[in-house]
């Protein structure tokens, strides 16, 4: 899956915690909202800090609002791939281990394997 590919399909599957996910599509998931934070941060502290005088990073917030259900979706469906529970997802330390590991080969409990025929 390519970056265009698993961004597209995040925010298409964004309350998807059902099947599985390649590392391909986490990690360009997880690529995507980093860079998101990182221009959303920029606006926020140059051409917003103009107008607003709240003190709010808006733009920042907006971001967070944005990519949090499918950033929970894609983490829970990431550790279908590799057979484990979704609830696993807010212990972030073994959920972003488990992020490098392969995922099970063939169909596990969780459904087919996302690389079927593409490997």
Do not use: Q
């Amino acid at each position: 899956m390519g970056f265009k590919d698993a961004i597209s399909y995040c925010f298409r599957n964004y309350v998807g915690f059902n099947s599985r996910a390649a590392r391909s599509e986490y990690w360009y998931w997880t690529l995507f909202v980093i860079l998101l934070w990182i221009v959303a941060l920029l606006l926020d502290l140059t051409v917003l800090a103009v107008f607003n005088t709240t003190g709010v990073p808006v733009m920042i917030l907006l971001a967070i609002l944005a990519t949090l259900l499918p950033s929970v979706a894609v983490s829970a469906r990431r550790l279908h791939d590799i057979d484990r529970s979704g609830w696993w997802a807010p212990l972030i330390l073994p959920a972003f281990v488990w992020g490098f590991m392969r995922g099970t080969v063939g169909a596990n409990r969780f459904g087919p394997d996302p690389l079927e025929g593409k490997v």
